[in-house]
C-alpha cells in the first residue's frame, strides 16, 4: 500500500506537464487565476493538503489556495524526504483518508503543470510536516 501511495504522490501516475505548450486548450484567464493563487500562497509558509485521489493522470493530493483547492505535485528530493514520510503514513493510519486535511510547511514553487485533461498542477516543496488539521464535513464535495 505504501509504495502505491509513494508511486502516486511522487509520480502523479506520470507527473504533470509543463505549461509551456502553446496549443493547450486551457484559456488565459483560467492560468492568470491560477498563477494569482500561486503567488498568494508563496506569501506563506504554512498550508493545508487533502488527499483527493482521482483519475491516475493526476496527483492524489491538492493544496488550498485561498478558497480553491489545487491539485500538486509534491516536489522532494527522493522517496525517503522526512515531510513526505510523515504525510504518507498519516494517511495510511486514517480510517477515512479521502477529505481529510493536513497542515505542511513549504513553499510553491511558483512552477505550474498540467495533468489529466488539462487540470493545473501546482509546485510544492515541503520542508516539514505539522499533522492533521480537520475532516471536512460530510457531503462535502472534496
Known amino acids: 500500500m505504501r509504495a502505491l501511495a509513494l508511486a502516486l504522490v511522487l ?3 506520470g507527473g504533470a ?7 493547450h486548450t486551457q484559456s488565459s484567464e483560467y492560468e492568470a487565476r491560477i498563477q494569482a493563487r500561486v503567488d498568494a500562497g508563496q506569501q506563506t509558509t504554512a498550508h493545508t493538503l487533502r488527499l483527493n485521489p482521482t483519475d491516475c493522470r493526476c496527483p ?14 509534491l516536489a522532494v528530493a527522493d522517496d525517503q ?3 513526505l514520510l510523515a504525510l504518507l503514513a498519516a494517511t495510511e493510519e486514517a480510517e477515512d483518508q479521502v477529505g481529510r486535511t493536513y497542515r505542511v510547511d513549504g513553499s510553491l ?3 505550474i503543470g498540467r495533468c489529466g485533461a488539462g487540470t493545473a498542477v501546482v509546485t510544492f516543496e515541503p520542508t ?9 464535513p460530510p457531503g462535502s464535495a472534496p
Not at 492524489?60 to 505535485?73: C, N, P, S, T, Y
Not at 516539514?128 to 471536512?136: H, K, S
Open 60 to 73: 492524489a493530493f491538492e493544496i488550498q489556495l485561498g478558497d480553491h483547492w489545487q491539485r500538486v505535485d
Open 17 to 23: 506537464e509543463r505549461i509551456d505548450d502553446p496549443s
Open 128 to 136: 516539514a510536516f505539522e499533522g492533521v488539521v480537520v475532516r471536512e
Open 109 to 111: 514553487t511558483g512552477l
Open 11 to 13: 509520480t502523479g501516475c
Open 81 to 83: 524526504d522526512p515531510p
